[in-house]
């Protein structure tokens, strides 16, 4: 089983009070250890994580896409800090959390606990999903794939256990782009890991988790691999619905965009 973030950390986090103490302890290993950022991006991000401010605005940005939540069997893939899935329960889902890493799931439970409401936690990678096919309404799998082996095997996975005509939404960072989110410096695109190692070191980063958690992920690359595993891209059909010729016109422009733009966002159909 895929086994996620991971890595040496600097605090047990069993032994939190608190949710924000977990977060804390967990954000501090991840950002400032393993990353090499500050401490004062590690203290926003837990403030963003207890108001669940991510969370809300990607669900905002679905339910205005079409996304109706209330009543709906949701799969939150590499699920983190269970942000989303907690956010989802608040608008009257029945969402199910999959995270392979151990520390992750025990902060999903106790922000769960701290919430007094409970939805399904599943320690399991998203290459080998344990659930009947046909199950989920949507499925979300946020900043996940570039950190996964075998994508294609994973959007098989969720091409299964989404209902026919079921939704997903898909985002990744993209590669073909001079940034690297994760560790917040300017970037080659596709630098070879080698180099990369070497300039990481040369900044005082530790290229750790460059090396061991980090598989460059492309926009280009991403739809040809949603096209293979039976998915349909939808992201911006509901947006041209209706104008075919200007589909055909708009379009090429459209992928060259998100070809260049940092981090790629697509919402994907299994066909009904």
Same mark, same amino acid.
């Not at 600097?10 to 924000?20: M, P, Y």
């Not at 965009?257 to 940092?262: A, G, K």
């Given at each position: 089983?895929?086994?996620?973030?991971?890595?040496?950390?600097?605090?047990?986090?069993?032994?939190?009070?608190?949710?924000?103490?977990?977060?804390?302890?967990?954000?501090?290993?991840?950002?400032?250890?393993?990353?090499?950022?500050?401490?004062?991006?590690?203290?926003?991000? %837990?403030?963003?994580?207890? $108001? +669940?401010?991510?969370? =809300?605005?990607?669900?905002?940005? /679905?339910?205005?896409?079409?996304?109706? #939540?209330?009543?709906?069997?949701?799969?939150?893939?590499?699920?983190?800090?269970?942000?989303?899935?907690?956010?989802?329960?608040?608008?009257?889902?029945?969402?199910?959390?999959?995270?392979?890493?151990?520390?992750?799931?025990?902060?999903?439970?106790?922000?769960?606990?701290?919430?007094?409401?409970?939805?399904?936690?599943?320690?399991?990678?998203?290459?080998?999903?344990?659930?009947?096919?046909?199950?989920?309404?949507? %499925?979300?799998?946020?900043? $996940? +794939?570039?950190?996964? =082996?075998?994508?294609?095997?994973? /959007?098989?996975?969720?091409?299964?256990? #989404?209902?026919?005509?079921?939704?997903?939404?898909?985002?990744?960072?993209?590669?073909?782009?001079?940034?690297?989110?994760?560790?917040?410096?300017?970037?080659?695109?596709?630098?070879?890991?080698?180099?990369?190692?070497?300039?990481?070191?040369?900044?005082?980063?530790?290229?750790?988790?460059?090396?061991?958690?980090?598989?460059?992920?492309?926009?280009?690359?991403?739809?040809?691999?949603?096209?293979?595993?039976?998915?349909?891209?939808?992201?911006?059909?509901?947006?041209?619905?209706?104008?075919?010729?200007?589909?055909?016109?708009?379009?090429?422009?459209?992928?060259?965009?998100?070809?260049?733009?940092?981090?790629?966002?697509?919402?994907?159909?299994?066909?009904?």
């Amino acid at each position: 089983m895929t086994t996620g973030f991971e890595f040496k950390h600097r605090h047990d986090i069993s032994l939190a009070g608190s949710v924000e103490e977990a977060l804390k302890m967990s954000l501090e290993s991840y950002l400032e250890d393993r990353l090499g950022r500050g401490p004062e991006v590690c203290q926003k991000r %837990v403030q963003d994580e207890l $108001v +669940l401010r991510i969370p =809300r605005l990607l669900l905002d940005g /679905l339910e205005v896409k079409g996304w109706c #939540l209330d009543g709906k069997r949701i799969l939150d893939v590499g699920a983190g800090f269970g942000g989303i899935v907690l956010e989802a329960k608040a608008r009257g889902a029945d969402p199910v959390a999959v995270e392979p890493a151990h520390e992750f799931a025990q902060i999903i439970r106790l922000r769960q606990l701290e919430a007094s409401h409970k939805s399904t936690v599943v320690r399991a990678s998203g290459d080998n999903l344990p659930f009947l096919s046909n199950q989920f309404d949507y %499925v979300i799998t946020c900043q $996940v +794939l570039e950190h996964v =082996r075998n994508i294609p095997l994973l /959007l098989r996975e969720i091409h299964r256990v #989404l209902k026919p005509g079921g939704e997903a939404f898909l985002s990744c960072e993209n590669y073909l782009t001079f940034w690297e989110p994760h560790y917040d410096v300017l970037w080659f695109p596709l630098l070879p890991k080698y180099l990369g190692s070497i300039y990481l070191q040369a900044i005082g980063r530790n290229p750790g988790f460059l090396m061991e958690q980090i598989h460059y992920t492309t926009y280009p690359g991403l739809r040809k691999q949603i096209r293979e595993s039976g998915l349909i891209d939808i992201t911006h059909d509901r947006f041209l619905d209706g104008y075919p010729r200007l589909y055909r016109v708009v379009m090429p422009f459209i992928h060259l965009r998100n070809t260049l733009r940092i981090g790629s966002r697509i919402l994907v159909k299994k066909p009904s």
